[in-house]
T-cell receptor
Framework: DAGVIQSPRHEVTEMGQEVTLRCKPI?????LFWYRQTMMRGLELLIY????????DSGMPEDRFSAKMPNASFSTLKIQPSEPRDSAVYFC??????????????????FGAGSRLTVL | RKEVEQDPGPFNVPEGATVAFNCTYS??????FFWYRQDCRKEPKLLMS???SGNEDGRFTAQLNRASQYISLLIRDSKLSDSATYLC????????????FGTGTKLQVIP
């Protein structure tokens, strides 16, 4: 299993440009999460999908951010226009009921390697 | 109050030492608890789940105290390779997938 695959691994762009981050979850996983990590705020959940449907997008900071999951094997997070304060590492994670902890009933997340975004 | 709070550290400990981290959570309805480990410039990875009765995995022991709403992680006989940031993770369970991460506690094991 290749794990959760994210691209690009690094992106440097200028303020005002559009940024698109991509994620391929683990095959068979039915939940997908987008997180953002900064030194100041730690890991913040932006949005998560269940069976390709957005369930909770309350963490999306503002209208400049949008996320889609057109099918079970692909998701995008788009920032348009980008701003310097968007600089962070963006992680995608996926989970499945098969990964459920038998004692807690909660699914375990598997993260991708992250996309490090720098907006100048 | 933050949903999940951790002491950011850093905890600097010598090799072979025992170190413990605590994490407090605000939602008393929380049902599932985990510790993740994150190495520098890497993604978080599951270290261990935290069971109500407490659980042990080698040198690592996790405990849950529902009355005081905290979980703990104990590392015995620290190794240099244990140096990382340890993230406390809480979710409401019951099929609800949203998990909340603490900001992490940084551990540095010194030779």
């Amino acid at each position: 299993d290749a794990g959760v695959i994210q691209s690009p691994r690094h992106e440097v762009t200028e303020m005002g440009q559009e940024v698109t981050l991509r994620c391929k979850p683990i095959s068979g996983h039915n939940s997908l999460f987008w997180y953002r990590q900064t030194m100041m705020r730690g890991l913040e959940l932006l949005i998560y999908f269940n069976n390709n449907v957005p369930i909770d997008d309350s963490g999306m900071p503002e209208d400049r951010f949008s996320a889609k999951m057109p099918n079970a094997s692909f998701s995008t997070l788009k920032i348009q226009p980008s701003e310097p304060r968007d600089s962070a590492v963006y992680f995608c994670a996926s989970s499945s009921p098969q990964g459920r902890n038998p004692n807690s009933g909660a699914n375990v997340l598997t993260f991708g390697a992250g996309s490090r975004l720098t907006v100048l | 109050r933050k949903e999940v709070e951790q002491d950011p550290g850093p905890f600097n400990v010598p090799e072979g030492a025992t170190v413990a981290f605590n994490c407090t959570y605000s939602n008393s309805a929380s049902q599932s608890f985990f510790w993740y480990r994150q190495d520098c410039r890497k993604e978080p990875k599951l270290l261990m789940s935290v069971y109500s009765s407490g659980n042990e995995d080698g040198r690592f022991t996790a405990q849950l105290n529902r009355a005081s709403q905290y979980i703990s992680l104990l590392i015995r006989d620290s190794k240099l390779s244990d140096s990382a940031t340890y993230l406390c993770v809480v979710n409401l369970g019951g099929g609800y997938q949203k998990v909340t991460f603490g900001t992490g506690t940084k551990l540095q094991v010194i030779p």
